[in-house]
């Protein structure tokens, strides 16, 4: 496993520590190993911290890894992740990779210093619909070893709810951007899992992507319905597009991690008192 430490280029660097390039991933091919990477920034001076795995936008086709705009005094860990891309894989792909990801957290956060039973996931965008499969869909853990409800919580950045249009693509689908599907290969085809806290971010809808935030209202009345998860929340921030949605994220994120660890620990201590 390889890993370095880094010098950082923003405001970050005053509050946490970082090791980079940790690879999470067994497969041996040279573009898993270029690819399948992710770098731990862990806040200075804390033990038993939560941790939110971070995963970059970009249409399952372009970005990196990177922390996240804002959450320089974040009292949390950030574990940002990189994936393979299509076409260098079918972006369906992508889903293993964030999977593996997530697993390799929940594996080794104790070693940094976070809290396993405190692993948040979310992303902006691609990084949502990735992170946000994980989280919905049983499979991807349950095939690891773990269940999506061992998650702390989702925290979802204008995601899409539909079958992602790069999958579809890749798939073979000749219209996807136009006529939204609903498959297991989609959120929304997945809401009536049981599943961790949800929280899900918007940009305005007059300016986001089109019927992201509607789509998005629909996956969160339909996790209420079926009572999915126990606290489910969404949020449209006015004003900001499907780029600018990001800088609204961390009050919000800050708030929910909050709230879901609260809420974990009085049912802990609930529970502990009804065995007494």
Same mark, same amino acid.
């Given at each position: +496993?390889?890993? &370095? ?6 405001? !970050?660097?005053?509050k946490?520590d970082?090791?980079?390039?940790l ?10 190993k270029? #690819? ?8 200075? @001076? ?5 941790v ?8 399952? &086709?372009a @970005?990196?890894k990177?922390f996240?705009r ?6 949390f860990a950030?574990?940002?992740?990189n ?7 079918k972006?369906?792909e992508?889903l ?16 940094y =210093?976070?809290?396993k ?5 979310g ?5 949502a619909?990735?992170s =946000? +499969? ?5 499979k991807?853990?349950?095939?690891? @070893? ?15 709810a539909?079958?992602h249009?790069?999958v #579809? ?10 006529l ?8 929304m ?9 949800l929280c899900?971010?918007?940009?305005d809808?007059?300016? !986001? ?5 509607? !789509?998005?209202?629909?996956l969160?009345?339909?996790?209420k319905?079926?009572? $999915?998860?126990k ?5 449209e ?8 949605v990001?800088? =609204?994220?961390?009050?919000? *994120?800050? =708030? ?8 974990? !620990?009085a049912?802990?201590?609930? *529970?502990a $008192?009804?065995?007494?």
């Amino acid at each position: +496993m390889f890993a &370095s430490t880094s010098a950082f280029c923003g405001a !970050e660097q005053d509050k946490f520590d970082c090791i980079k390039d940790l690879s999470y991933t067994a497969r041996s091919d040279d573009y898993s190993k270029e #690819r399948c990477k992710l770098d731990v920034y862990t806040p200075k @001076g804390k033990k038993n911290f939560p941790v939110y795995v971070w995963f970059h936008g970009g249409g399952i &086709s372009a @970005g990196n890894k990177h922390f996240p705009r804002g959450f320089e005094t974040a009292d949390f860990a950030i574990v940002a992740v990189n994936y393979r891309l299509s076409p260098k894989i079918k972006a369906h792909e992508a889903l293993d990779d964030a999977a593996d990801a997530v697993v390799w957290v929940l594996k080794n956060i104790e070693s940094y =210093g976070g809290d396993k039973s405190k692993v948040f996931v979310g992303g902006h965008s691609a990084g949502a619909y990735l992170s =946000g +499969m994980v989280g919905f869909a049983p499979k991807y853990l349950e095939s690891r @070893g773990f269940k999506n409800t061992d998650l702390a919580g989702m925290i979802l950045l204008s995601g899409q709810a539909t079958t992602h249009f790069r999958v #579809r693509n890749d798939l073979g689908d000749k219209n996807p951007q136009f006529l939204p599907k609903i498959d297991k290969l989609s959120l929304m085809g997945n809401a009536d899992s049981k599943m961790s806290p949800l929280c899900i971010v918007l940009g305005d809808r007059a300016i !986001e992507f089109p019927e992201r935030v509607e !789509e998005n209202l629909l996956l969160a009345s339909v996790v209420k319905k079926l009572n $999915s998860s126990k606290m489910v929340e969404i949020y449209e921030l006015q004003g900001l597009d499907h780029g600018t949605v990001s800088y =609204g994220l961390f009050p919000i *994120a800050r =708030g929910f991690v909050t709230k879901v660890c609260k809420s974990a !620990e009085a049912d802990k201590n609930a *529970a502990a $008192s009804k065995n007494n």
